[in-house]
């Protein structure tokens, strides 16, 4: 029989639904990477997250895969090209958790303009600043959508009732403006955005996209969101732009250290970008968590299932 092999924990769903199918589902979240090498040609599919990176050698060793699952939007830690070579489908689900991040961005979007980050932190310890937390609406800003994919599409479907003017620029897009969004070039986003944010797949162009070239584009001074992936925006520049006030504000849910500097480190070790980040009033963090909820938890799962069945029927 057919088996598949879940490298990373997925909802139960997953499981059951594959298992409903015919398939014989195994799990194994402890070996090393070599390890899983030495047996997975015996395998049909694989399920992952983002445990490690399934490369060259990798697929090289997979004689008998059809499919990747990636429980998740990016592919950006799979081999496509070599993985097409061999004839192995790769499937992933940014449909699953399109409404979780769009609803934690415009969540974001929200804190910065009213500092609700800041003053719950002052209120909670006995301030009660009133002018000092004066904040701005969105109601008459340009919102500029760099990416206009799963993630940016919903983003801008939120942002319907601010009455706000939302743009948005996606190299691969095109005939996609309608009564919310209007359709533009990265010349316009440069001359009219107030507020950028993106919502781009992590590959070699877009890699540090957000940097200080690109920063001293921008006719205004900008207020970034970056829901999308860590190495899209240069640490290092965004914080010289934030002290030159280029960038106003902004909010990262994504960081370019993510997993490497910040996962159980003291702040003893970080970068000295990332702790002026993590010190700056007008910057807010969170952990990788835009896509994260309960409901996404289960959608992510669901659509895999829905996709490979469907394919291998």
């Not at 990176?53 to 081999?79: H, W, Y």
């Not at 500029?144 to 897009?173: C, T």
Request: proline share 2%; aromatic share 10%; glycine share 6%.
């Amino acid at each position: 029989m057919k088996k598949i092999l879940f490298l990373d924990s997925t909802h139960p769903i997953l499981s059951l639904r594959f298992e409903e199918a015919g398939y014989v589902v195994e799990h194994d979240y402890t070996s090393t990477k070599e390890e899983v090498m030495n047996k997975i040609m015996n395998y049909f599919g694989v399920i992952i997250r983002s445990r490690f990176i399934i490369d060259k050698p990798f697929i090289e060793a997979s004689s008998q895969l059809k499919f990747i699952g990636r429980v998740g939007a990016g592919l950006e830690n799979i081999d496509l090209e070599y993985a097409s070579f061999k004839n192995i489908q790769c499937i992933n689900s940014p449909e699953g958790n399109r409404d979780a991040v769009a609803e934690h961005t415009l969540g974001m979007l929200l804190c910065l303009a009213n500092n609700i980050v800041k003053a719950n932190n002052e209120v909670k310890n006995g301030l009660w600043l009133r002018e000092a937390n004066r904040g701005f609406e969105i109601k008459g800003k340009t919102i500029a959508i760099i990416g206009f994919g799963n993630m940016g599409s919903a983003f801008a479907q939120r942002l319907i009732g601010f009455e706000a003017k939302v743009i948005a620029y996606d190299k691969y897009k095109s005939n996609f403006s309608s009564a919310i969004v209007e359709e533009c070039t990265m010349e316009k986003v440069f001359n009219e955005a107030d507020i950028v944010s993106f919502h781009v797949p992590y590959n070699s162009e877009t890699h540090f996209l957000f940097e200080k070239k690109y920063i001293n584009q921008f006719r205004k001074s900008i207020y970034l969101l970056n829901t999308s992936r860590g190495k899209v925006v240069k640490t290092d520049d965004l914080v010289e732009a934030l002290k030159q006030k280029k960038v106003l504000g902004a909010a990262l849910d994504v960081l370019e250290y993510e997993s490497v500097a910040l996962n159980n480190k003291d702040k003893e070790q970080w970068s000295e970008s990332m702790n002026f980040l993590a010190m700056a009033q007008n910057v807010i963090l969170t952990p990788h968590i835009a896509g994260w909820t309960v409901e996404s938890n289960i959608k992510l799962s669901t659509i895999i299932a829905d996709k490979v069945t469907e394919i291998f029927k």
